[in-house]
């Protein structure tokens, strides 16, 4: 009877993992791509990451990185 909850667990497990994997992929590309912009020359770029702003409907968007230059 043990053996079939290690089973279930890891099961489960597996499908909780295949969930969140986009959510987690696009968060660490987000952030790799936040480093990259980072090493911009300041004089020449503005960086602003993370903007959320109203929708029509109501809602909000979010934009990860703008990036401003001359």
Known sequence: MHDYWFIIVIFVAAAVI???????????????????LKRLPVDEYVVINDIILP???????????VVVSP
């Open 55 to 65: 929708t029509k409907t109501g809602g909000t968007t979010q934009i990860d990185h």
């Open 18 to 36: 295949q969930i969140l994997k986009p959510a987690i992929k696009g968060r660490l590309g987000e952030k790799a791509v936040a480093q990259s």
